[in-house]
T-cell receptor, first 112, second 114 residues
Framework: RKEVEQDPGPFNVPEGATVAFNCTYSNSASQSFFWYRQDCRKEPKLLMSVYSSGNEDGRFTAQLNRASQYISLLIRDSKLSDSATYLCVVNSNKDSGYALNFGKGTSLLVTP | NAGVTQTPKFQVLKTGQSMTLQCAQDMNHEYMSWYRQDPGMGLRLIHYSVGAGITDQGEVPNGYNVSRSTTEDFPLRLLSAAPSQTSVYFC?????????????FGPGTRLTVT
């Protein structure tokens, strides 16, 4: 089983819609969780870290469910500029916790 | 700060040729890593380093070598290029404590092996 799994999508949503992505991870000892955003043919960039209590940054809300081993990303009031691939990232307990495992990404297309 | 820089941006190699992808960072990050990204496969870790003089293998290390003689530089060497190494390569760096710090990526090198 892959360590981090995501629905690849694509998710096609109209502007203004709310969309949610989930991601599951297999290693119960994982401690660090992130969402990265990757635009077409560009490098990934950090969107937000995911804290145990959940956290919000403007239109974006991230939540962690340790019992079920999944994290989620909610985007409210979608903008055209939100179109991108969203990568779920979890640290590995191998290699003293240094390595980050990336999901394959969920593609979002926001349409006018 | 320039952040993480990679050269070249594009490269075409013939099977069997060798080359070095360059990566440098100016943020004094201890941890540096190389990933490859292929369609449908996501980002896969090739090699990583937790400091100068210390390197280790990631998920897909075969066919690649690395060294870390300075904090700033982390070159990736392809020993004998194969078509299966056609990919986009990203270098990344961050501070060592993964829980608290963002990982920064370079702009990528697009490699084609014919």
């Amino acid at each position: 089983r892959k360590e981090v799994e995501q629905d690849p999508g694509p998710f096609n949503v109209p502007e203004g819609a709310t969309v949610a992505f989930n991601c599951t991870y297999s290693n119960s000892a994982s401690q660090s969780f992130f969402w990265y955003r990757q635009d077409c043919r560009k490098e990934p960039k950090l969107l937000m870290s995911v804290y145990s209590s959940g956290n919000e940054d403007g239109r974006f809300t991230a939540q962690l469910n340790r019992a079920s081993q999944y994290i989620s990303l909610l985007i409210r009031d979608s903008k055209l500029s939100d179109s991108a691939t969203y990568l779920c990232v979890v640290n590995s307990n191998k290699d003293s916790g240094y390595a980050l495992n990336f999901g394959k990404g969920t593609s979002l297309l926001v349409t006018p | 700060n320039a952040g993480v820089t990679q050269t070249p941006k594009f490269q075409v190699l013939k099977t069997g040729q060798s080359m070095t992808l360059q990566c440098a960072q100016d943020m004094n990050h201890e941890y540096m890593s190389w990933y490859r990204q292929d369609p449908g496969m996501g980002l896969r870790l090739i090699h990583y380093s937790v400091g100068a003089g210390i390197t280790d293998q990631g998920e897909v290390p075969n066919g690649y070598n690395v060294s870390r003689s300075t904090t700033e530089d982390f070159p990736l060497r392809l020993l004998s290029a194969a078509p299966s190494q056609t990919s986009v390569y990203f270098c990344a760096s961050r501070y060592r404590q993964v829980q608290f710090y963002e990982q920064y990526f370079g702009p990528g090198t697009r490699l084609t092996v014919t």
